[in-house]
């Protein structure tokens, strides 16, 4: 082509054609034979000058002649062959050959250090060639193999990639699907609207909730859509499952800690109603064994009621609620140990003031009765992060031994702790829109909550998904 371009004198950037020019092997030879014209005219003029019989200059014209000709055509052919031999690796790259490898390449030549850095070149070319390849594979193993549904559609919305999930989810093979359009897959609604959201569908291959993820890249200089399908069914009923398993674990182990001692005390005082003669301290006997029952017995109604107060968190109040005069109230409301209220900046928040002031005495209790094991002290501060409050909660108590379990319902290592304090402060902490994070202090023994709310009252979509995540 740069041949053809150079003979009628198109430029190949476009516009007017630029005037002809000569071919470069032409032009080299020219160069050639103008370089030796002038030695060559100066000895055919000796030659015919001198004294010299006729064959004689005829026979050294043609000798010194066809000795120029020669030579130009000489030079032409070694100027050319190297830069043909460069054209054709260069070509060869270009078409992704890279097994080629050129003569002669050097350090002590100039044109041996140009082969040299082509040779050069195609090594690294073949490197990044076969690095791409990997990866790719690589890539389309992942994309293949994930349980996620992964379509790509052109700027026509028609499918031109689709993994295994995404044949199972449509119902059709790979080749039966490349080519028809979202709408042909029922999937035209994913490529408008949102570009994230959470579908309620039902497909060839499944239905339930759906999480749908759509982004847009470039293939050939033309937009193309990628749309991911995520089921959310599944594991959401694992996790209820589990849900149900520890829930199960947990009332079943409180209920035999209460049923097995009432169970066990009946039928000791049924034996001993049977005896006869009873014994002179029987009615002691009746009345201990009594009271143990009805120990358990309420121990077995708190542990329902308390459960019951967890799966019930009404949604909040919301009020306009002074950072400052909470945490005022909260820390007088403590008179076990003296507790120091650091003042913070002045902070209005939308909350519910009765859920945060629980949630706030809940903290704060487990902080002093840490402390109260070897005398330490508790602070409490608060502080503007943004658009948040934080409130933060330290002890100088021994700390905590497994941070694992501290959100676990009616966990507790306390003798008389019920296990649902820090379980209903994280759920009213989540119910306003913020976090609640326990762990154990860098600086000094001790341990240091960390309370994490939004000063504006958080959308309606946030309140019901903490309800949601109440346990059952």
Same mark, same amino acid.
């Given at each position: 082509?740069?041949?053809?371009?150079?003979?009628?004198?198109? =430029?190949?950037?476009?516009?007017?054609?630029? !005037?002809?020019?000569?071919?470069?092997?032409?032009?080299?030879?020219?160069?050639?034979?103008?370089?030796?014209?002038?030695?060559?005219?100066?000895?055919?003029?000796?030659?015919?000058?001198?004294?010299?019989?006729?064959?004689?200059?005829?026979?050294?014209?043609?000798?010194?002649?066809?000795?120029?000709?020669?030579?130009?055509?000489?030079?032409?052919?070694?100027?050319?062959?190297?830069?043909?031999?460069? =054209?054709?690796?260069?070509?060869?790259?270009?078409?992704?050959?890279?097994?080629?490898?050129?003569?002669?390449?050097?350090?002590?030549?100039?044109?041996?250090?140009?082969?040299?850095?082509?040779?050069?070149?195609?090594?690294?070319?073949?490197?990044?060639?076969?690095?791409?390849?990997?990866?790719?594979?690589?890539? #389309?193993?992942?994309?293949?193999?994930?349980?996620?549904?992964?379509?790509?559609?052109?700027?026509?919305?028609?499918?031109?990639?689709?993994?295994?999930?995404?044949?199972?989810?449509?119902?059709?093979?790979?080749?039966?699907?490349?080519?028809?359009?979202?709408?042909?897959?029922?999937?035209?609604?994913?490529?408008?609207?949102? =570009?994230?959201?959470?579908?309620?569908?039902?497909? !060839?291959?499944?239905?339930?909730?759906?999480?749908?993820?759509?982004?847009?890249?470039?293939?050939?200089?033309?937009?193309?859509?990628?749309?991911?399908?995520?089921?959310?069914?599944?594991?959401?009923?694992?996790?209820? +499952? $589990?849900?149900?398993?520890?829930?199960? #674990?947990?009332?079943?182990?409180?209920?035999?800690?209460?049923?097995?001692?009432?169970?066990?005390?009946?039928?000791?005082?049924?034996?001993?109603?049977? #005896?006869?003669?009873?014994?002179?301290?029987?009615?002691?006997?009746?009345?201990?064994?009594?009271?143990?029952?009805?120990? #358990?017995?309420?121990?077995?109604?708190?542990?329902?009621?308390?459960?019951?107060?967890?799966?019930?968190?009404?949604?909040?109040?919301? $009020?306009?609620?002074?950072?400052?005069?909470?945490?005022?109230?909260?820390?007088?409301?403590?008179?076990?140990?003296?507790?120091?209220?650091?003042?913070?900046?002045?902070?209005?928040?939308?909350?519910?003031?009765?859920?945060?002031?629980?949630?706030?005495?809940?903290?704060?209790?487990?902080?002093?009765?840490?402390?109260?094991?070897?005398?330490?002290?508790?602070?409490?501060?608060?502080? +503007?992060?943004?658009?948040?409050?934080?409130?933060?909660? $330290?002890?100088?108590? !021994?700390?905590?031994?497994?941070?694992?379990?501290?959100?676990?319902?009616?966990?507790?290592?306390?003798?008389?702790?019920?296990?649902?304090?820090?379980?209903?402060? +994280?759920?009213?902490?989540?119910?306003?829109?913020?976090?609640?994070?326990?762990?154990?202090?860098?600086?000094?023994?001790?341990?240091?909550?960390?309370?994490?709310?939004?000063?504006?009252?958080?959308?309606?979509?946030?309140?019901?998904?903490?309800?949601?995540?109440?346990?059952?």
């Amino acid at each position: 082509m740069a041949e053809d371009q150079a003979t009628t004198g198109v =430029s190949p950037f476009g516009g007017s054609p630029r !005037p002809h020019r000569m071919r470069f092997e032409m032009r080299m030879l020219s160069l050639a034979l103008f370089a030796g014209l002038p030695a060559v005219i100066v000895t055919v003029l000796l030659l015919w000058i001198g004294d010299y019989s006729s064959p004689t200059r005829w026979t050294l014209t043609f000798f010194v002649v066809a000795l120029w000709l020669g030579a130009a055509f000489t030079l032409r052919s070694r100027l050319v062959y190297p830069l043909q031999t460069l =054209s054709n690796l260069l070509g060869a790259l270009r078409e992704e050959d890279y097994s080629l490898r050129a003569r002669d390449a050097r350090t002590d030549d100039a044109l041996g250090e140009v082969m040299l850095e082509v040779n050069a070149l195609s090594d690294a070319l073949r490197g990044q060639r076969l690095g791409t390849m990997e990866a790719t594979a690589l890539l #389309r193993k992942v994309v293949e193999e994930i349980d996620v549904a992964v379509f790509s559609f052109d700027n026509e919305h028609r499918l031109r990639l689709m993994n295994r999930a995404g044949e199972r989810l449509v119902g059709l093979p790979n080749e039966r699907a490349l080519g028809l359009t979202a709408a042909e897959l029922g999937l035209g609604d994913c490529l408008a609207g949102e =570009s994230a959201k959470t579908l309620t569908r039902s497909f !060839p291959g499944g239905s339930g909730r759906w999480d749908m993820r759509r982004s847009t890249f470039r293939e050939g200089g033309m937009p193309h859509d990628l749309l991911v399908l995520t089921d959310l069914s599944r594991p959401l009923r694992e996790e209820e +499952r $589990q849900a149900w398993q520890r829930l199960i #674990r947990v009332i079943g182990h409180e209920l035999n800690n209460s049923l097995a001692p009432i169970k066990s005390m009946a039928g000791t005082l049924e034996m001993m109603l049977r #005896r006869q003669p009873r014994p002179t301290d029987w009615e002691d006997d009746m009345r201990h064994g009594l009271e143990v029952i009805e120990s #358990r017995a309420a121990a077995l109604s708190r542990f329902l009621d308390a459960y019951a107060r967890l799966a019930r968190l009404p949604k909040p109040k919301w $009020q306009n609620v002074e950072a400052a005069e909470l945490l005022r109230r909260v820390v007088e409301l403590e008179t076990r140990t003296a507790v120091t209220l650091t003042p913070g900046p002045v902070l209005t928040l939308r909350a519910d003031p009765d859920q945060l002031e629980q949630l706030l005495i809940n903290l704060l209790r487990n902080a002093v009765d840490a402390t109260l094991q070897n005398g330490g002290r508790v602070s409490v501060s608060w502080a +503007r992060l943004h658009d948040q409050l934080e409130v933060c909660i $330290q002890d100088e108590g !021994p700390g905590l031994s497994n941070t694992s379990n501290l959100f676990v319902p009616f966990f507790t290592t306390k003798p008389t702790g019920s296990g649902i304090g820090l379980v209903l402060s +994280r759920q009213i902490a989540e119910a306003h829109g913020g976090t609640l994070t326990l762990e154990n202090r860098k600086d000094r023994a001790g341990c240091e909550a960390r309370l994490r709310l939004p000063l504006q009252q958080p959308s309606i979509a946030l309140e019901e998904n903490a309800h949601d995540t109440i346990a059952p």
